[in-house]
């Protein structure tokens, strides 16, 4: 079984430009969900995706906007990358068919994003 | 938005003591969760919680989720190295999907 991959590991971008951040998610779980973590911060609610539609967002810009596809993995994009975009942004997966006590929400090790 | 407050920030420990932290909250939560993140890498769970009032442990670690449902506790005893690293609580609310709500978290350090 596999879990969350992310990538890339790490990325540096410009103020002004596009990121794409991508994630793969762990077998048998068919929702994504997206967290920004700011450095010494917990993480950050950003949106979820199940059945490739956003599934619910947290406080975040129109400019932060993402994709789920047929296979479960997603996209996390973010234009006009502001300096405050800088932080880790972490993937997880779950399955929203969870049994009681075996809590499925798997995080990947993340993207750091250092925008200059 | 959504905070759950987490203490303390950081602890400075020997090895072999006893650890204790906290988050508490002014909303109520259905599940309590608690994660440690080393660095470089995503949060992994430690210990989930699904009943007010519930104590489980796993290992050296334990955790309650309290009776108002508004906190929890992680208790780490005779702590040893590895230990070492951030641990966040996080809690779902039944509003909110699977959408979790983190503290700000606690920085543990462990002298040998």
């Known amino acids: 079984e596999t879990g969350v991959t992310q990538s890339p590991t790490h990325l540096i971008k410009t103020r002004g430009q596009q990121v794409t951040l991508r994630c793969s998610s762990q077998?048998?779980?068919?929702?994504v969900s997206w967290y920004q973590q700011a450095l010494g911060q917990g993480p950050q609610f950003i949106f979820q995706?199940?059945?490739?539609?956003?599934?619910g967002r947290g406080n975040f810009p129109p400019r932060f906007s993402g994709l789920q596809f047929p296979n479960y993995s997603s996209e996390l994009n973010v234009n006009a990358l502001e300096l405050d975009d800088s932080a880790l942004y972490l993937c997880?997966?779950?399955?929203?068919?969870?049994?009681?006590?075996?809590?499925?929400?798997?995080f990947g090790s993340g993207t750091r994003l250092t925008v200059v | 938005g959504q905070q759950l407050n987490q203490s303390p920030q950081s602890m400075f420990i020997q090895e072999g003591e006893d650890v204790s932290m906290n988050c508490t909250s002014s909303?109520?939560?259905?599940?309590w969760l608690w994660y440690k993140q080393d660095p470089g890498e995503g949060p992994v769970l430690l210990i989930a919680?699904?009943?007010?009032?519930e104590l489980t442990s796993n290992g050296r670690l334990t955790a309650q989720f309290g009776i108002t449902r508004k906190d929890s506790f992680l208790n780490i005893s005779a702590s040893i190295p590895s230990d070492v690293g951030i641990y966040f609580c996080?809690?779902?609310?039944?509003?909110?999907?699977?959408?979790?709500?983190f503290g700000e978290g606690t920085q543990l350090t462990v002298n040998p």
């Open positions: 997880a997966s779950s399955s929203l068919r969870q049994v009681q006590g075996d809590y499925g929400y798997t």
């Open positions: 077998s048998g779980h068919n929702t």
């Open positions: 995706y199940y059945r490739e539609e956003e599934n």
């Open positions: 909303s109520i939560f259905n599940t």
């Open positions: 919680l699904y009943k007010a009032g």
């Open positions: 996080a809690g779902l609310q039944e509003t909110s999907g699977s959408r979790l709500t």
